[in-house]
Protein backbone atom coordinates (compact mmCIF):
# COMPACT_ATOMS: atom_id res chain seq x y z
CA UNK A 1 0.00 0.00 0.00
CA UNK A 2 1.09 3.41 -0.77
CA UNK A 3 2.05 5.52 2.29
CA UNK A 4 -0.32 8.59 2.85
CA UNK A 5 2.04 11.08 2.48
CA UNK A 6 2.66 9.58 -0.83
CA UNK A 7 -0.69 9.28 -1.67
CA UNK A 8 -1.01 12.85 -1.00
CA UNK A 9 1.90 13.87 -2.97
CA UNK A 10 0.47 12.54 -6.08
CA UNK A 11 -3.54 13.41 -5.25
CA UNK A 12 -1.68 17.06 -5.11
CA UNK A 13 0.26 16.94 -8.36
CA UNK A 14 -3.09 15.59 -10.47
CA UNK A 15 -4.86 18.33 -9.19
CA UNK A 16 -2.06 20.80 -10.53
CA UNK A 17 -2.02 19.45 -13.25
CA UNK A 18 -6.03 19.60 -13.53
CA UNK A 19 -5.32 23.55 -12.34
CA UNK A 20 -3.05 23.66 -15.63
CA UNK A 21 -5.45 22.24 -18.01
CA UNK A 22 -8.22 24.44 -16.43
CA UNK A 23 -5.98 27.21 -16.96
CA UNK A 24 -5.12 27.07 -20.21
CA UNK A 25 -8.99 26.26 -21.63
CA UNK A 26 -10.30 29.72 -19.61
CA UNK A 27 -7.45 31.10 -21.68
CA UNK A 28 -8.77 29.69 -25.14
CA UNK A 29 -12.38 30.57 -24.15
CA UNK A 30 -11.60 34.01 -23.65
CA UNK A 31 -9.25 34.58 -26.81
CA UNK A 32 -12.29 32.49 -28.85
CA UNK A 33 -14.89 35.03 -27.47
CA UNK A 34 -12.13 37.99 -28.57
CA UNK A 35 -11.90 36.95 -31.85
CA UNK A 36 -15.68 36.35 -32.19
CA UNK A 37 -15.97 40.01 -30.40
CA UNK A 38 -13.39 41.59 -32.93
CA UNK A 39 -14.98 40.00 -36.27
CA UNK A 40 -18.52 41.33 -35.32
CA UNK A 41 -16.89 45.13 -34.74
CA UNK A 42 -15.56 44.84 -38.10
CA UNK A 43 -18.36 43.02 -40.21
CA UNK A 44 -21.31 44.84 -38.47
CA UNK A 45 -19.56 47.85 -37.60
CA UNK A 46 -20.72 46.88 -33.71
CA UNK A 47 -19.35 49.62 -30.93
CA UNK A 48 -19.89 47.18 -28.46
CA UNK A 49 -17.95 44.10 -29.56
CA UNK A 50 -15.06 46.70 -30.85
CA UNK A 51 -14.80 47.72 -27.20
CA UNK A 52 -15.33 43.82 -25.46
CA UNK A 53 -12.40 42.75 -27.07
CA UNK A 54 -9.71 44.90 -26.00
CA UNK A 55 -11.65 45.13 -22.44
CA UNK A 56 -10.43 41.24 -22.46
CA UNK A 57 -6.96 41.58 -22.83
CA UNK A 58 -5.67 42.27 -19.42
CA UNK A 59 -7.88 39.17 -17.92
CA UNK A 60 -6.01 36.87 -20.82
CA UNK A 61 -2.77 38.23 -19.94
CA UNK A 62 -3.16 37.38 -16.48
CA UNK A 63 -4.22 33.89 -17.14
CA UNK A 64 -1.03 33.65 -18.83
CA UNK A 65 1.10 34.73 -16.13
CA UNK A 66 -1.03 32.04 -14.06
CA UNK A 67 -0.12 29.66 -16.59
CA UNK A 68 3.51 30.08 -16.65
CA UNK A 69 4.15 30.30 -12.82
CA UNK A 70 2.06 26.66 -12.12
CA UNK A 71 4.14 25.38 -15.14
CA UNK A 72 7.59 26.47 -13.28
CA UNK A 73 6.17 25.53 -9.69
CA UNK A 74 5.34 21.81 -12.01
CA UNK A 75 8.96 21.17 -13.37
CA UNK A 76 10.69 22.99 -10.13
CA UNK A 77 8.90 20.68 -7.79
CA UNK A 78 7.03 17.35 -9.35
CA UNK A 79 9.65 17.03 -12.37
CA UNK A 80 7.25 15.24 -14.58
CA UNK A 81 8.00 12.70 -16.92
CA UNK A 82 7.11 11.79 -20.32
CA UNK A 83 3.73 12.27 -21.47
CA UNK A 84 2.66 14.63 -18.56
CA UNK A 85 6.35 16.85 -19.46
CA UNK A 86 5.22 17.03 -22.42
CA UNK A 87 1.78 18.31 -21.38
CA UNK A 88 3.34 20.69 -18.86
CA UNK A 89 6.26 22.31 -21.77
CA UNK A 90 3.06 22.32 -24.27
CA UNK A 91 0.95 24.03 -22.02
CA UNK A 92 3.43 27.17 -21.70
CA UNK A 93 4.04 27.59 -25.68
CA UNK A 94 0.36 27.20 -26.30
CA UNK A 95 -0.31 29.79 -23.33
CA UNK A 96 1.97 32.10 -25.39
CA UNK A 97 0.01 31.71 -28.51
CA UNK A 98 -3.35 32.22 -27.16
CA UNK A 99 -2.11 35.25 -25.58
CA UNK A 100 -1.01 36.63 -28.82
CA UNK A 101 -4.35 35.41 -30.39
CA UNK A 102 -5.80 38.30 -27.87
CA UNK A 103 -3.38 40.58 -29.08
CA UNK A 104 -4.49 40.50 -32.35
CA UNK A 105 -8.09 39.88 -31.91
CA UNK A 106 -7.71 43.22 -30.05
CA UNK A 107 -5.61 45.04 -32.39
CA UNK A 108 -8.73 43.67 -35.31
CA UNK A 109 -11.52 45.52 -32.84
CA UNK A 110 -9.27 49.11 -32.43
CA UNK A 111 -9.40 49.56 -35.97
CA UNK A 112 -13.08 48.64 -36.33
CA UNK A 113 -14.52 51.84 -35.61
CA UNK A 114 -12.09 53.93 -37.69
CA UNK A 115 -14.05 56.89 -39.43
CA UNK A 116 -12.56 55.45 -42.57
CA UNK A 117 -14.00 51.87 -42.37
CA UNK A 118 -17.60 53.45 -41.26
CA UNK A 119 -18.28 54.98 -44.19
CA UNK A 120 -16.06 52.39 -46.24
CA UNK A 121 -17.38 51.72 -49.48
CA UNK A 122 -15.62 48.41 -50.35
CA UNK A 123 -17.63 45.16 -49.98
CA UNK A 124 -16.55 43.10 -46.72
CA UNK A 125 -17.62 39.61 -48.00
CA UNK A 126 -13.95 38.48 -48.52
CA UNK A 127 -12.96 39.53 -44.39
CA UNK A 128 -15.83 38.12 -43.10
CA UNK A 129 -15.17 34.66 -45.53
CA UNK A 130 -11.79 34.75 -43.79
CA UNK A 131 -13.05 35.43 -40.88
CA UNK A 132 -15.40 32.87 -40.35
CA UNK A 133 -12.70 30.08 -41.63
CA UNK A 134 -10.44 31.83 -38.96
CA UNK A 135 -13.41 31.52 -36.33
CA UNK A 136 -13.72 27.89 -36.98
CA UNK A 137 -10.08 26.69 -37.06
CA UNK A 138 -9.65 28.34 -33.55
CA UNK A 139 -12.94 26.70 -32.31
CA UNK A 140 -11.42 23.32 -33.33
CA UNK A 141 -8.18 23.93 -32.00
CA UNK A 142 -9.64 24.73 -28.44
CA UNK A 143 -11.62 21.58 -28.71
CA UNK A 144 -8.36 19.49 -30.03
CA UNK A 145 -6.74 21.40 -26.59
CA UNK A 146 -9.83 20.61 -24.08
CA UNK A 147 -10.38 16.68 -25.57
CA UNK A 148 -6.52 16.32 -26.37
CA UNK A 149 -7.46 15.41 -29.76
CA UNK A 150 -4.63 14.76 -31.48
CA UNK A 151 -6.58 14.29 -35.44
CA UNK A 152 -9.05 17.18 -34.50
CA UNK A 153 -5.11 19.27 -33.91
CA UNK A 154 -4.05 17.64 -37.25
CA UNK A 155 -7.23 18.52 -39.26
CA UNK A 156 -6.82 22.31 -37.82
CA UNK A 157 -2.72 22.34 -39.09
CA UNK A 158 -3.93 21.29 -42.53
CA UNK A 159 -6.52 23.84 -42.73
CA UNK A 160 -4.73 26.97 -42.01
CA UNK A 161 -3.69 26.41 -46.33
CA UNK A 162 -7.29 28.32 -46.96
CA UNK A 163 -6.26 30.98 -44.48
CA UNK A 164 -3.27 31.28 -46.22
CA UNK A 165 -5.11 31.19 -49.80
CA UNK A 166 -8.12 33.24 -48.96
CA UNK A 167 -5.36 36.42 -47.21
CA UNK A 168 -3.80 36.30 -50.13
CA UNK A 169 -6.85 36.77 -52.28
CA UNK A 170 -8.01 39.32 -50.11
CA UNK A 171 -4.63 41.54 -49.96
CA UNK A 172 -4.29 41.31 -53.70
CA UNK A 173 -7.95 42.56 -53.67
CA UNK A 174 -7.20 45.47 -51.92
CA UNK A 175 -4.51 46.83 -53.70
CA UNK A 176 -6.18 46.56 -56.64
CA UNK A 177 -8.98 48.96 -54.69
CA UNK A 178 -6.36 50.99 -53.72
CA UNK A 179 -4.56 51.42 -57.26
CA UNK A 180 -8.19 52.78 -58.80
CA UNK A 181 -8.87 55.05 -56.49
CA UNK A 182 -6.67 56.71 -53.94
CA UNK A 183 -9.74 57.43 -51.64
CA UNK A 184 -9.37 53.63 -51.17
CA UNK A 185 -6.07 54.17 -49.93
CA UNK A 186 -7.11 55.02 -46.08
CA UNK A 187 -9.58 52.61 -45.41
CA UNK A 188 -8.06 49.45 -47.56
CA UNK A 189 -4.86 50.08 -45.41
CA UNK A 190 -6.82 49.59 -42.51
CA UNK A 191 -8.75 46.48 -43.75
CA UNK A 192 -5.24 45.05 -44.89
CA UNK A 193 -3.68 45.04 -41.04
CA UNK A 194 -6.96 43.59 -39.69
CA UNK A 195 -6.43 40.44 -42.72
CA UNK A 196 -3.14 40.46 -41.14
CA UNK A 197 -4.02 39.76 -37.65
CA UNK A 198 -6.42 37.19 -38.87
CA UNK A 199 -4.05 35.45 -41.06
CA UNK A 200 -1.42 35.71 -37.73
CA UNK A 201 -4.68 33.94 -35.42
CA UNK A 202 -4.55 31.38 -37.90
CA UNK A 203 -0.96 30.82 -37.50
CA UNK A 204 -1.29 30.52 -33.73
CA UNK A 205 -3.85 28.26 -33.96
CA UNK A 206 -1.78 26.01 -36.40
CA UNK A 207 0.97 26.03 -33.36
CA UNK A 208 -1.39 25.17 -30.71
CA UNK A 209 -2.69 22.34 -32.95
CA UNK A 210 0.91 21.04 -33.82
CA UNK A 211 1.93 21.52 -29.59
CA UNK A 212 -1.75 19.42 -29.01
CA UNK A 213 -0.28 16.83 -31.45
CA UNK A 214 2.91 16.29 -29.64
CA UNK A 215 1.97 16.52 -26.20
CA UNK A 216 -0.94 13.46 -26.69
CA UNK A 217 1.60 11.14 -29.24
CA UNK A 218 5.18 12.40 -28.59
CA UNK A 219 5.39 12.64 -32.75
CA UNK A 220 5.84 15.56 -34.58
CA UNK A 221 4.61 16.83 -37.53
CA UNK A 222 6.24 17.99 -40.25
CA UNK A 223 8.16 20.90 -39.63
CA UNK A 224 6.91 22.28 -43.22
CA UNK A 225 3.54 23.13 -43.19
CA UNK A 226 0.85 23.06 -46.25
CA UNK A 227 0.91 26.52 -47.47
CA UNK A 228 -1.92 28.17 -49.53
CA UNK A 229 -1.79 31.35 -51.73
CA UNK A 230 1.90 32.75 -52.74
CA UNK A 231 2.69 36.74 -53.86
CA UNK A 232 4.23 35.40 -56.72
Same mark, same amino acid.
Given at each position: ?????S?????????????????????????E?????? !?? /????? +???? @??????? $??? =? #? %???????????????????????L???????????????????????????????????????T???????????????? !?? /????? +???? @??????? $??? =? #? %?L??????????????DP????????????????????????N?????????????????????????
Amino acid at each position: MMPQESMHTVQSYEQELEQLRSLINKMGGMVERQVAQA !IT /AVVEH +DEVA @ALDAPEM $DPH =V #D %ELERQTEALVIRLLALRAPMAGDLREVVAALKMSGDLERIGDCAASIARRAMRNELLSCPISLTGLHSMGRLVQENLRRT !ID /AMDQR +DPEL @ARIVWQS $DTA =V #D %ELYVSLFRELVTYMMEDPRNIGPCTHLLFIAKNLERIGDHATNISERVYYSVTGNILPIIRPRGGTFD
